[in-house]
């Protein structure tokens, strides 16, 4: 058994089969991979586990995230990139097919939308639009949370690409999240948003059949206990917190705590080479 672990977390830790992470605070942390984050993808891919990148990112779509991931040094396949914002388009399109819409968010939000069909609405035109998009919006102002609220009191389907409060910036540094703009148009307009990222339960599906197992043998990686986390464990993934300063026990939520990546690391190693099953998953995969 690994030191530390109970036998039952050792022979899961040993047993996974796929491996979805994170990426604000578990991969990188501003312009920097945080340590180990490189050496233990490299591991799980060459010991046959598939890996996700799974992000809430209302401010960029996939293609851009795995671009800068490629830039740090991991490489990824489109397959293995998993973003909020590209889900959140497609699940518009899914439920109403293409249509006209209200993006509050980036430029990139914009070029997604209009990718996947759909229409964007100016401001001007709010009543019109069939359906409203929320993401992180730098040039959010009173005017767009009023066209915004009117355009969903007036009956346009309510999306946000997630309900994060807060966005990371930097170590105890935060700009207000997505979730915080969606509030306030759900406030004023008296609708609440369909929100689409994590710890929504399609954002988890998706990260699931990407890995191509079973969710008790996948793990979510991740140093949110809201999005990451509470979200793993309702789709029956395998969670593992990221806590670089642990204080007092964990939630109950959490299968596993690790201080980073390299701990992580360390652990999976010795559950693996100390479980003479995973050994025989290894042979018959
Ligand atoms: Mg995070």
Partial sequence: MAQGLGTAVAQRLAELRGCAFDLDGTIWEGPRLLPGATALVADLRTSGLRVVFASNSSRHASGVLRHRLAELG???GPEEMLAALDLAVGEVRRRLGPVRVLAIGTAELDEVLRACGHTIVPDADAPDAQAVVVGIDPDFSYDRLRAAARSV????AFFAVNMDARYPVGPGEFDPGCGALAE??????????????????????VAIERLGCPPHRAAMV?????SDIQGGRAAGMFTIWIDPIPQGPPPGCVDLRVSDLEELHQLWR???DES??????AKTR
């Fill in 184 to 205: 306030a148009i759900a406030v004023a307009g008296g609708v609440r948003p369909i929100g689409i990222g994590k710890p929504e339960a399609p954002f988890f599906r």
């Fill in 270 to 272: 010795q559950a693996r």
């Fill in 153 to 156: 009191a007036a009956g346009a």
């Fill in 276 to 281: 003479p099953r995973s050994a025989d998953h």
């Fill in 74 to 76: 991991i490489v990824a």
């Fill in 222 to 226: 991740g140093d949110s206990t809201a």
